[in-house]
Structures are given as C-alpha cells and as structure tokens.
C-alpha cells in the first residue's frame, strides 16, 4: 500500500481507517463500511469475521445476492479493479487490483462472503464429524470382529 495519510473511500469519499484484527491490517471506512483488504490477508480475516457468526449459521437460510456495483479505482494506484463472483457463486462480487493485490468489498458484500465462507467451515467440520463417526462405528465393528476371532480361537484349542 502506499505511504498515503488516509485514503478516500471509494464509495463514500470518507476516510479508509487502518485495522488490526488477530494480528491482520486492513481498511475500513467507519461512514459506510466498506473495506479494503490485500489478497493474502482475507482468508484470515474472513475467518475471523465466520468465527463471530459461526452459531447462527444455517445450511437452510437463504442468501440474497447483493447485485454487482461498478468496480472502483484502486485507491492505491488508481487503476479501475475487476469484480469477481466470490467462490463462483453469483451471490457476492468484491472487486480486486491484481497489481497491486487489494481486494473491495462493501459491507452488504463482505456480509455475504462471510457467511458462505462460515457455511463452508460448517459443511466441512460437519463432513469430519460424520467422518470420525463412521471411523469409530468402523473400529467398533473391527474390533467385534477380531473379538470373536480370538474367542473361536481359543475355544478350538
């Protein structure tokens, strides 16, 4: 990012303030929520952002799409940034600057990429508990097996 004292919001023209969660910085605008992200820090802070909501996430609850806005201007270089439907799905579109690696959401769209990236932390734990159930009903049955193998063993003697 640039050496920049505060940089404008590109959708309000407010002022972009540095945060700091769980050790990530990013930006974000305190008049419309929008914020600023380099690509390699929004994992990280996508997952902070799932971990607040990630008991009242349903697999069942509808999501709205949030329609497509003009992209902005790179509020680093000002080069036009290219939106994406996140996790190809036509639910979110945050816009990035590949040169210069920043990514832009606006609340309603950091909202949903927050929730389908909680949903998909739900649907894999849930997948590695049904997993480890199947393992250890398996285990169960093994051991039955090799129980009963041992007993008839014993009793042939």
Not at 12 to 25: F, I
Not at 54 to 76: G, K, L, Q
Not at 102 to 113: A, I, K, Q, S, Y
Request: charged share 25%; with cysteine.
């Amino acid at each position: 990012m640039g050496d920049e004292e505060a940089m404008p919001c590109r959708a309000c023209g407010g002022g972009l303030e540095e945060v700091e969660v769980e050790g990530r910085l990013f930006w974000m605008c305190r008049g419309c929520g929008s914020t600023l992200v380099e690509q390699r820090d929004l994992i990280p802070v996508l997952t902070s952002a799932a971990r607040a909501i990630a008991d009242a996430v349903s697999f069942d609850e509808h999501i709205d799409p949030v329609p497509p806005a003009p992209a902005p201007a790179c509020p680093d270089c000002d080069r036009k940034m290219e939106a994406f439907g996140y996790m190809g799905t036509h639910l979110a579109f945050p816009a990035r600057c590949a040169p210069c690696s920043l990514v832009w959401m606006g609340p309603e769209v950091m909202g949903v990429m927050t929730l389908l990236f909680a949903r998909t932390n739900l649907r894999h734990d849930t997948r590695v508990a049904d997993m480890q159930a199947q393992l250890a009903e398996m285990d169960r049955r093994m051991t039955a097996v090799v129980m009963n193998r041992v007993r008839e063993s014993w009793m042939m003697r």
